[in-house]
């Protein structure tokens, strides 16, 4: 009987072993599943004008991405910001992506062979983060997969361009893509125009938040933005976030200086 059970229990693990597997991120039946999603076939019909994900031209490549992060998901309440992907070069590919990011990070979507997609986290009030770049070899296989960790910077600076000078970084598949992504102790360029607001409240709940909230949305001189900046600078410190506290004093002291 205890033979019996030991089978029984080995026979379960494998079918669960199988079944994980085969919906892993990046699998043959993931790739299948991915394909007929909604978003996807949307993605579809602007790039090619029909819906029929067989009909994806030949220099594209289907792509599962997966977001992990090493030190814990910083987001509130483990809860990620909406995905956008947007070609480097507009004119060879104008189609923005926004793919669903599932529970597991994983993400599908299809790149043009030989360009560079930016990975940005959209925030409130249209700002944004960007936090990786991929590059499409234009050789190799017809589906790419590639693992990003995402970690969150020790220091910011301002960029007035908004550009991202993080050094390159092989990802686990460097024979057909390159990831470009922030180190733990790399340095985060910030956009001044931008308002980071993941980690603020979806609804107001006090006067310190709806004050903050009043600063930005009347900010429209340089010495407006520092100080709409600075109020938000001061309500993540207060909170401990000294990285997002850290990066609003930057843009605080990038429009002081604009006056």
């Known amino acids: 009987m205890l033979k019996r059970s030991i089978f029984i229990t080995l026979m379960l693990a494998l079918w669960a072993a199988a079944i994980s597997a085969q919906q892993s991120v ?13 978003a996807n076939l949307a993605m579809m019909k602007s790039l090619t004008g029909t819906r029929d994900y067989r009909k994806l031209p030949a220099d594209y490549v289907e792509f599962a991405g997966r977001i992990a992060f090493p030190n814990g998901n910083p987001f509130p309440k483990g809860r990620l910001p909406d995905l956008r992907i947007v070609c480097h070069d507009l004119a060879a590919d104008g189609v923005d992506r926004a793919p669903l990011v ?3 990070g994983g993400f599908y979507t299809v790149f043009k062979r030989g360009e560079t997609y930016n990975l940005y986290w959209m925030y409130y009030f249209g700002s944004r983060e960007k936090f990786a770049s991929v590059t499409i070899r234009a050789e190799g296989p ?7 960790e995402y970690r969150l910077p020790d220091a910011a ?6 550009a991202n000078a993080q050094s390159a970084e092989s990802g686990h598949h460097a024979d057909e893509v390159i990831a470009v992504a922030p ?8 956009d001044p125009d931008e308002y ?5 409240p979806h609804q107001v709940t006090n006067f310190e938040q709806q004050q903050v909230l009043e600063d930005i949305r009347s900010a429209t001189t340089p010495a407006l933005k520092a100080g709409a900046h ?14 997002r506290a850290r990066a609003e004093y930057a843009k605080a002291r990038y429009w002081a200086g604009q006056k």
């Open 230 to 243: 600075e109020r938000l600078a001061r309500y993540y410190e207060k909170r401990g976030d000294s990285w």
């Open 196 to 200: 980071d607001l993941s980690a603020f």
């Open 157 to 162: 600076v301002v960029s007035s361009e908004g």
């Open 102 to 104: 599932g529970e597991d």
């Open 183 to 190: 180190r733990a102790n790399s340095t985060l360029v910030v």
């Open 142 to 148: 017809r589906q790419r997969r590639l693992t990003i």
């Open 26 to 38: 990046g699998s043959e039946h993931w790739f299948q599943t991915m394909r007929q999603t909604a």
